[in-house]
């Protein structure tokens, strides 16, 4: 019993705090990777290499781990309009697989990676309560590098600062009127020629609508005009959006209350 107690102790240390894999082996590599939300997995290959990403909310899909060895596999997962709570871990099967499965918070899972070479492993963690995951961070701690999920507060905060100047320009955002009974004005700047997003959130973090799409911008100031409406065109019921304005690296969010 004591030796037990020695070994579990062991593989708990070596694992990093939070990190849902591991590995210390040269054909594979994890990768940054942050959104609003993420709306899936997918897998693709390039030459000898699979490479699983994630999907964010806006853009193209971001590279979270990739491997030329064939004895670990990964999966696609759509989450069909549902959040990403957690993961947990199985294994190891009679084959010897020990698989990662990640978790919606509605309650779908699905594995999404598999492997049953000793020098990788995997480890289950959960969001707190109220939280989704939004992102990851690769680490690297010895011989062993790390991939660690990040979760965020469902729904989107607004920014205290939405102006930030370069060279005496400036990005900023702002909505008026703000509440709005009818087709609120939505205003920017970019202080660079950069790429532009424009969305809108509900209080849950869910997007409703795509104002602008990575639209590459010379700097100047842009107004247009919303019809509180969403992506099929609907008018939106009252309450509470976020509007978030992504330009470059300046990012920001302003709280609009609808009114009807």
Known sequence: MKLKLVVLFVCS??????AIFRTKLS????????????????VRTEGDSVILSATPSSGPDIDILKTTLKETAVQAF???????????????DPAG???LTAVLKGGATEGILRTKLKDTGVQGYTASAGYW??????TTEGEYVYLTPIASLIGIEEHEHSEYEVNKLVFALDVSPNPAINSPQISYSIAKQCKVNLNVYDVTGRLVKTLLNNQNQPANVYRLI?????????????GVYFVTFDAGDFHTAKKILLLK
């Open 78 to 92: 759509d989450f069909a309009g549902d959040t990403l709570v957690g993961f947990t871990t199985s294994g190891p």
């Open 13 to 18: 240390f070596m694992f990093a705090q939070d």
């Open 133 to 138: 995951i939004n992102g990851f961070t690769a």
């Open 97 to 99: 697989w020990v698989y």
């Open 27 to 42: 054909g594979m590599a994890v990768h940054d990777a942050s959104a609003w939300y993420f709306t899936g997995f997918t």
């Open 226 to 238: 919303w019809q509180m409406n969403d992506m099929q065109g609907r008018k939106l019921s009252s």
